[in-house]
């Protein structure tokens, strides 16, 4: 019965018979491939998709387009597409910034070529459930040698009164030589009648000499179920600078990777993190450096509240031949209450010799020699813990390049602790 439902719905949208293919392909293999290993998360009799494919939902609510601005803008609510916004000069040249299943008909050797290319639809039963049952999604292409200085917004928001999953695609293809500043959000709308899951995926194909800054804030809903799978696939040269903040209230799994296959190519994976409440987020960030004289370094700073869990695992990979490469990485957790959890793993895989690496990690509760000065000074114990976050959080997020983005971190971070 999936199998034709699949199929039909593949028919719907016209899809081409290379990926109605790979979506069966994925479907068979998903019972018989293992889940992700996420170190020292229990996720494994989570939710994490029910088995339904569905087309388009009635929208219970859209967003208010009164103040938009003249970048180039996507906005999506579930499966479709509200909002779509891109220069005509941006367009002449080439750029295309649209809802899956247009590009598809725009540039459909493009997608066939770099579709699921950055992780396999056999990697694991994420990977595969993903393959098979995405009903949404979006594509960003920037052609050869095209740099925009206006900040591209994905805006993807998860209704929450509907029962349609929320399992979407996103594909950004950075041509030779090109350079963009990209900005995602992942929302939930609305104020959700019944538990909801959310299988995303976000592929980001650097290629040579391509520079990317990709800065994302993930806030979806308390009953929102989630796993974020966000891979980057870096040619020669090529370098992605990204900037995620991780401000969900619900359970979520996630996995950051960037494989740096190119000559002399850069990744620098920032991202800060907030748990709260009964929440358990487990983030795995991965750098694997296979090309020569290839410079990954991830920093990673979280902050727990009330009965939160928050585990980084930090993990960075030097392959054999990778002569020359460089893999530093950071991650620390501040503890705000004795019912907190956490976890900060350092992994480093060394296959080569003539290399560079190094890591660090830390747990640990605020000082209380910083809680005794803020408040002989007449702060109260709740504001004074809500300027250590600040200033713990806030030193991973001066790092970020783009002030828009570092803006709207802290206005999250406000109105996360504001519920506490």
Known sequence: MTKKTIELFSQMHAEPDWLATLRQKALAKIDELPLPVIERVKFHRWNLGDGTIAENEALSAVPDFTETGDNPKLVQVGTQTVFEQLPADLAAQGLVFTDFYSALEEIPQVIEEHFMSSVGYDEDKLAAYHTA?????????????VEVDLPIEGIFYQDSDSDVPFNKHILIIAGKHSKINYLERLESLGQGKSKATANITIEVIAQAGAQIKFSAIDRLGEKVTAYISRRGKLADDATIDWAIGVMNEGNVVADFDSDLYGRGSHADMKVVALSSGKQVQGIDTRVTNYGCNSIGNILQHGVILEQGTLTFNGIGHIIKGAKGADAQQESRVLMLSDKARSDANPILLIDENDVTAGHAASIGQVDPEDMYYLMSRGLDKATAERL?????????????????VRDEMVESIEEKLAKI
């Open 133 to 145: 049952y995405f009903n949404s999604g979006a594509v960003l292409y920037i052609p050869d040698n």
């Open 388 to 404: 250590v976050v600040r200033g713990f959080l806030g030193s991973v997020i001066v790092e970020i390049p783009i002030k828009e």
